[in-house]
């Protein structure tokens, strides 16, 4: 091959051996560059019944959870759908990839903990029991032995009715509506579920039906689910919720739900 030749296929293995390094350079960059990023927009499912967390008004959704997850993604720079859904559905939709994140009042348990991811408590919850204004008979929740008790389709106050309640008839329904309406039509003798719906409903449209009567049962903390296998999403809720906590925000919307500051833990 004469000398002219050998130095023109020089410069074209040397372009292409440039070519393909830059090419390189730039697919590492890229998928560096993607590894870790939040998502623009995500699925959000939530209730429309658990007043006053979330439920729907004026043909808009709103509620104390409601508000708290739109701040958190206007902090952590993502928006968000909301897909509403019944309660016993929330578990099993994270788990398909149906919804990417979940606010409704959940419960944080070992056993939900298995199958979702949550984020950093953001309320402090409990157990309370509801009866007939003009019941006497029922003042704790030795008296619920042997009763047919109301409460919401896999929610953890159905497990707890079971698991610690002698006798007891745990009468499950998709929506607080039913649930409430099954004590005051008499199909129920009381209504054991998380205490802030509870008592918003006594002090609101239950207040001439129902009242309250007991302690507070059985504290827990509700979380933010989000779907396994999202780390820098779990992350940026929970810096976003921690900031939130941080600059008063947090506090301005449990106060605008609950009419008073949280109590610091």
Not at 97 to 119: H, L, M, P, Q, V
Not at 127 to 135: A, C, E, Q, S, T
Not at 198 to 205: F, G, L, R, S
Request: hydrophobic letters at 35%; proline letters at 3%; charged letters at 25%.
């Amino acid at each position: 091959m004469k000398k002219n030749n050998w130095k023109l296929l020089g410069l074209i293995l040397f372009s292409a051996c440039l070519i393909l390094g830059l090419a390189a350079c730039g697919s590492s960059e890229e998928s560096s560059g993607s590894d870790g990023e939040l998502e623009d927009k995500y699925t959000v499912a939530t209730d429309t019944g658990f007043v006053p967390f979330e439920f729907k008004e004026d043909g808009e959704y709103t509620g104390f959870d409601i508000e708290l997850i739109k701040a958190i993604a206007d902090e952590a720079g993502f928006e968000i759908e909301l897909a509403p859904t019944n309660f016993d559905g929330i578990i099993p939709g994270l788990q398909t990839g149906k919804f990417d994140i979940a606010i409704a009042g959940i419960g944080i348990t070992e056993e939900r903990a298995k199958k979702i991811d949550y984020s950093d408590p953001y309320y402090e919850s409990g157990l309370r029991i509801g009866v007939p204004k003009d019941n006497t008979s029922i003042k704790s929740l030795e008296d619920l032995e042997g009763k047919t008790i109301a409460t919401r389709l896999g929610s953890t106050s159905a497990a707890f009715i079971k698991e610690n309640i002698k006798g007891a008839t745990p009468n499950e329904y998709q929506q607080m509506s039913q649930v409430y309406l099954a004590v005051e039509n008499g199909s129920a003798d009381a209504v054991l579920y998380d205490a802030p719906n509870v008592a918003y409903y006594v002090k609101t449209e239950g207040s001439d039906k129902l009242k309250m009567v007991g302690e507070l049962y059985k504290a827990e903390q509700y979380g933010i689910a989000i779907s396994k296998g999202q780390e820098d999403l779990v992350k940026a809720i929970n810096d976003a919720l921690a900031t939130l906590k941080e600059n008063g925000t947090y506090d301005e919307i449990y106060k605008k739900w609950f009419g008073e500051a949280p109590k610091e833990s």
